[in-house]
């Protein structure tokens, strides 16, 4: 296909400036249509940025438009009823992170993706940062090679900062009501108040869990969480260990969450800028100390000026055309729902 055909389900905050915009601008892609239960919205954003059609909602434009492919940037606790119905296209769905509000509801997303015979692109977009991207390829590379060493230790610190950075000042609102639509049902295995806790854990940190699993290039179990809510401690399948801190101290005028992935005789460091910058790659860096007779060295690539959310689209367009695959499919994000499940075991004890 020259132009992958993409229609847009929801075109509020993230939908607009997260995903819409990156889109639009891309020479491979053509955004065809929009379906948003908010007809002001919907007109105003498809002015804007010069989609073609406006629908009232998915269901008319999927029976009206040949899709390539479907964005559908929803509340997560609302994937269980928008996502198997969006699945029924017959074309592959981005959706943002994580799967769903619970590990029950993302096996149903899950088996309505294999009953619809496509596939979901879950929107880790940390894992489409071109630093992360890149050092993804260097640590895979060192494992191959060996010349570092086996991989020791992975450790991920994520406090809480301005994620936004202006991220949102072109977003387009309007005063039409927002519709007031029932969430998915909640867990069945927590009480009220751990189901609430398991949401804020998932919303906050599932990006985190979800690349703890990409660096260490496996799957993992979690083995200790402290009652704090600051730390949890991993095992990987073949004993790496890993630690993910969590809020350990605060910013207000910066983000400064970071990797650091060891190896015997050095790292990889990863620094990810906040997640709605624009045009600003992550940082990485390097180190190795082979000993004996050779220098210790430091490198750092100099990483193209493409922001995270736009490679993201890139990737998913580049899914569709059958050039790549997703980053990370519906498969693999349930399996960030059942880690999240596990670490509220151990704090909460249920």
Request: net charge negative; glycine share 8%.
């Amino acid at each position: 296909m020259s132009k992958v055909r993409i229609g847009f389900v929801g075109v509020g905050q993230m939908g607009q400036c997260a995903h819409l915009r990156n889109y639009v601008n891309l020479a491979d892609c053509e955004v065809v249509a929009i379906a948003e239960l908010r007809p002001k919205l919907a007109r105003a954003v498809a002015a804007r940025y010069g989609v073609p059609r406006v629908y009232r909602d998915h269901e008319e434009m999927m029976s009206a438009e040949e899709l390539d492919g479907i964005v559908a940037s929803q509340p997560f606790t609302r994937h269980g009823t928008i996502v198997p119905e969006v699945l029924k296209a017959g074309v592959p769905v981005f959706i943002e992170k994580p799967l769903a509000g619970s590990v029950e509801v993302g096996e149903r997303i899950v088996q309505a993706a294999r009953d619809s015979n496509t596939w979901i692109m879950v929107g880790y977009h940390k894992r489409s940062d071109p630093a992360t991207m890149f050092a993804k390829a260097e640590m895979d590379r060192l494992k191959r090679t060996n010349e570092l060493g086996e991989m020791r230790y992975v450790r991920i610190t994520m406090p809480p900062g301005d994620w936004v950075v202006g991220g949102f000042v072109d977003q387009i609102v309007t005063d039409d009501a927002i519709p007031d639509l029932e969430p998915d049902p909640p867990a069945s295995d927590m009480d009220g108040q751990t189901y609430k806790e398991y949401v804020s854990f998932v919303n906050y940190y599932i990006h985190q869990v979800n690349l703890l699993r990409h660096l260490l290039g496996e799957p993992y179990s979690v083995r200790y969480a402290d009652s704090s809510k600051i730390l949890m401690v991993v095992n990987s399948e073949s004993g790496t260990p890993g630690v993910l801190e969590m809020a350990p101290y605060f910013t207000s005028v910066d983000w400064q969450e970071s990797a650091l992935v060891c190896f015997r005789n050095g790292w990889v460091r990863l620094e990810l800028p906040a997640p709605m910058a624009l045009n600003r790659a992550g940082r990485v860096e390097s180190f190795r100390d082979l000993g004996k007779d050779t220098m210790p060295e430091t490198f750092t690539p100099q990483l193209p000026w493409v922001g995270a959310m736009r490679q993201q689209a890139e990737n998913f367009v580049k899914a569709v055309k059958g050039e790549a695959k997703p980053p990370c499919d519906a498969q693999e994000a349930l399996e960030d729902l059942k880690v999240a499940r596990e670490y509220m075991r151990l704090v909460k004890g249920q």
